[in-house]
T-cell receptor
Framework: DGGITQSPKYLFRKEGQNVTLSCEQN?????MYWYRQDPGQGLRLIYY???????QKGDIAEGYSVSREKKESFPLTVTSAQKNPTAFYLC????????????????FGPGTRLTVL | AQKITQTQPGMFVQEKEAVTLDCTYD???????LFWYKQPSSGEMIFLIY??????QNATEGRYSLNFQKARKSANLVISASQLGDSAMYFC?????????????????FGKGTHLIIQP
């Protein structure tokens, strides 16, 4: 089945440690995204990538880093510079350009819940 | 200033009633797209419906329809004949600069959501 996988589902980290969240898709999408969701809040864009080896900062990129070495994979590293990393992290993907009338919906993974101890 | 505003933090609705979830948006770009997503307690995001700024008709998808009032910059989601399984968080989101074809790969801007609870 085509889809997006994120691992792990739950992640615990000690303060001062870097941690990497995995995101893989087999939908053959060019674009991939990382969002952060805090309790009772909407999603906020961290980073996105429209093509391999290229990515752009979103609204809250500070304290995070990404890479896009393969079309299928877009890992997110939460660094020790991120002041408040406890949150729910969602990865998404979409095609870039579709047929006329297409709207390139974003397909989301199941998410990773990160807790800093 | 917020680009997407959802003014209803929570709503209680009786099963089988119709529900309207409010969404207003702010953009100066003539080309944009509006999305609605459902998020059950499991956390996954489920795409429901899309409306493009150039679309002449309101979007519909099964029990979901979008009441798009461009001049008022509102894109309210209407769920007809609500079901217990509709209980979830609902998010309105926007992508600017989509182009007439609706393409583009920039990230979405989300509202804070509405928590909908359907009561039997």
């Amino acid at each position: 089945d085509g889809g997006i996988t994120q691992s792990p589902k739950y992640l615990f980290r000690k303060e001062g440690q870097n941690v990497t969240l995995s995101c893989e898709q087999n939908l053959n999408h060019d674009a991939m995204y990382w969002y952060r969701q805090d309790p009772g809040q909407g999603l906020r864009l961290i980073y996105y990538s429209q093509i391999v080896n290229d990515f752009q900062k979103g609204d809250i990129a500070e304290g995070y880093s990404v890479s896009r070495e393969k079309k299928e994979s877009f890992p997110l590293t939460v660094t020790s510079a991120q002041k408040n990393p406890t949150a729910f992290y969602l990865c998404a993907s979409s095609s870039v350009w579709g047929l006329a009338g297409a709207y390139n919906e974003q397909f989301f993974g199941p998410g990773t819940r990160l807790t800093v101890l | 200033a917020q680009k997407i505003t959802q003014t209803q933090p929570g709503m209680f609705v009786q099963e089988k009633e119709a529900v309207t979830l409010d969404c207003t948006y702010d953009t100066s770009d003539p080309s944009y797209g509006l999305f609605w997503y459902k998020q059950p307690s499991s956390g996954e995001m489920i795409f429901l419906i899309y409306q493009g700024s150039y679309d002449q008709q309101n979007a519909t998808e099964g029990r979901y329809s979008l009441n798009f009032q461009k001049a008022r910059k509102s894109a309210n989601l209407v769920i007809s004949a609500s079901q217990l399984g509709d209980s979830a968080m609902y998010f309105c989101a926007m992508r600017e600069g989509v182009g007439y074809s609706g393409g583009g790969a920039d990230g979405l801007t989300f509202g804070k959501g509405t928590h909908l609870i359907i009561q039997p």
